[in-house]
Nanobody, 121 residues
């Protein structure tokens, strides 16, 4: 099964910005919506932003107004622009293709290794 490749993480001061990228090869990128997720140490992986094949977006409340998800279909890439970063945004960030079925989202690819985002002064 295909696996996303995330990149763009790093160490940033509070209030700073980062732009994450995720490449998912193959037709799967064009068939399903994409989502960004994050997992902090000791926590569960949580959804933070999604985008449909038609470009509709939705966000976790904590990041709404600060993060922007976008996709470039020519590059099989989904992005997450993160602004006004806070220490509580520190986590490992992942992306995946997802399909809504029977009331919940099913992941359509294996999880990648993610990219670490650390917000600290």
């Amino acid at each position: 099964q295909v696996q996303p490749v995330e990149s763009g993480g790093g160490l940033v001061q509070p209030g700073g910005s980062l732009k994450l990228s995720c490449v998912l090869a193959g037709d799967i990128f064009h068939i399903y919506g994409m989502g960004w997720y994050r997992q902090s140490p000791g926590g569960q992986r949580e959804f933070i932003a999604g985008i449909t094949t038609g470009g509709e977006t939705n966000y976790l409340g904590d990041v709404k107004g600060r993060f922007i998800i976008s996709r470039d279909t020519a590059k099989n890439t989904v992005y997450l622009q993160m602004n006004d970063l806070k220490p509580e945004d520190t986590a490992r960030y992942y992306c995946n293709a997802r399909e809504y079925s029977a009331g919940y989202y099913r992941m359509k690819a294996d999880w990648g290794s993610g990219t670490q985002v650390t917000i600290s002064s």
